[in-house]
């Protein structure tokens, strides 16, 4: 075979060489680390919050659906002559709450600080001779206490304002409508005062979320940033430069599991997306009666301390904050009855979890911790390093016994923090194995726990 010809077939060979590698699959590329903001890795490390709803509809014997009808009540109904927001304060400690949100404003329009923005409110009624502020006292007490503020301000409705959902005044015609014009003024005035005249929030919570300005929704997001750059939002301006948290679906306490700290969208809901674009962690919210503001009626209805534990496994420990509510009654305190539940609430969490058998951190694909001697366990506890994003897609663990490692459980999502239960087991070491990550596992934490039986 002559040069030339022995070339054309090399060259040919060569060809369809590169044409089969062409045509084989090629593995697909990593997603991208996506990482959270510093305020979103600061407020999920608080994990634990309680709301505070009250309003002057808990004056009435109306129900709190019953609000589109309280929107012009007679402002002297609020009176609450024993109100103490550090007693609110010392039922957040006793639950172990490291944040609250304090409702300033719901649907019923009546506004409980001092505000120029429409005469409905503490400065119409005769409590503290029209000088009252309860917000003012809120982020005092916060402060006093070390529990960090939020306030709830929602913009969807207020009954005095006419506005009964989706931030639309009735009737208006469109954005441009005077009375469009003159919500959206007065809903900037509300953020403007909250959000200016009291200090430093973490938190900011946006129920039932805000309407696009080009419909006729106010102008919020350069408020905050001008103002609270550094507050989380709630369902609030995608544009927030701290970052946002979302809802899991349910007002029941739990999120669905797996549960990721990403979504596909800004202002998604359910348990988000492994692969998602946008940090958004979630955030369980419940009331701890059958009702969010006090109704003299349903004590009965208080959640069960057994309820209350289920709740907790299945929102910090599926990756996800906690925020229980307590319904302030006409007195202005937290009924005795519910600050006993918050108090055994609390109480149970640190005597469970309060102190580790044993604990380690370390980084790669098996983190062990050795117990040092036989040991019964039957509880871990998991967390990531967060600030360099969520990195365990799946992970097994297992226990050293009978001179073997034997599988206690696995699982998906780890994030902030992961509570795995188990049978009781004695082992003498621990070993956390991620089978699958996008990323170098960062382990912040892996301890094991020995949980006993509540005494009734």
């Known amino acids: ?24 699959p090629q593995s697909p590329a990593p997603p991208a680390l996506v990482k959270p903001t510093p305020e979103q890795v600061a407020w999920q490390d608080l994990e634990m919050g309680m709301f505070y709803h009250f309003d002057i509809i808990t004056f009435t014997d109306l129900n ?42 719901h649907c019923t329009g009546f506004i409980s600080w001092q505000s120029d923005a429409y005469p409905y409110g503490v400065r119409q009624s005769k409590w503290r001779d029209g000088k ?25 409705a207020n009954a005095y304002c006419d506005v009964f959902e989706k931030c639309l005044v009735k009737d208006a015609t ?37 309407l696009p300005v080009d419909k006729g929704g106010a102008d919020l997001a350069p408020i905050q940033r001008r103002l609270q750059p550094q507050a989380v939002t709630f369902g609030g ?12 679906g349910n007002e ?3 999120t669905a599991y797996p549960n990721w700290s990403t979504v596909t969208r800004a202002n998604d809901e359910g348990a988000g997306h492994p692969d998602g674009k946008v940090w958004e962690p979630g955030e369980c919210d419940a009331p701890l009666r059958s009702t969010w503001f006090w109704n003299p009626g349903n004590e009965q209805t208080i959640r069960s301390l057994d309820n209350l534990m289920d709740m907790y496994y299945k929102s910090v420990g599926r990756n996800a904050n906690l925020i229980l509510n307590a319904s302030i ?5 937290v009924p005795d009855a519910d600050l006993q539940r918050f108090r055994e609430f609390g109480d149970e969490i640190r005597r469970r979890f309060a102190k580790p058998i044993a604990q380690t951190a370390g980084e790669g694909e098996s983190v062990e911790l050795d117990l040092g001697k036989p040991t019964t366990i039957n509880h871990a506890i998991f967390m990531e390093k967060l600030s360099e994003g969520e990195r365990i897609r ?29 049978g009781d087991v004695e082992v003498t070491k621990v070993r956390l194995r991620v089978t699958k990550s996008i990323a170098k596992p960062l382990i912040r934490q892996l301890s094991v726990y020995h949980v006993t039986p509540r005494a009734k």
Not at 7 to 19: D, E, K
Not at 73 to 86: F, Q, R, V
């Open 252 to 254: 029941n306490g739990v």
């Open 132 to 156: 009252g502020d309860v917000v003012k006292e809120y982020m005092a007490s916060s402060r006093k206490y070390g529990i960090k503020p939020g306030l709830y301000c929602s913009m969807p």
């Open 394 to 422: 799946e992970y097994g663990l297992d226990g050293f016994t009978g001179g073997a490692w034997r599988e206690l459980c696995q699982g998906q999502s780890v994030g902030h923090k992961r509570i795995e239960q188990f």
């Open 329 to 333: 009654n006409r007195d202005g305190l």
């Open 237 to 248: 301006p995608p544009e927030n430069p701290a970052g946002l948290s979302r809802w899991p």
């Open 64 to 105: 709190e659906g019953a609000w589109q009808g309280a929107g012009h009540l007679d402002p002297n109904l609020y009176n609450p002559t024993k109100l103490s927001t550090d007693q609110w304060m010392e039922a957040a400690k006793a639950m172990g709450a490291n944040y609250s949100v304090f409702v300033a404003k």
């Open 174 to 210: 469109g954005p441009n409508d005077p009375r469009q014009v003159e919500y959206r003024r007065r809903a900037q005035q509300m953020v403007a005062e909250l959000w200016g005249n009291y200090g430093p929030l973490t938190y900011i919570w946006f129920d039932g979320g805000v």
């Open 1 to 24: 075979m002559n040069a030339r010809k022995t070339q054309i077939i090399l060259t040919a060979a060569s060809l369809l060489g590169l044409s089969a590698m062409a045509a084989e």
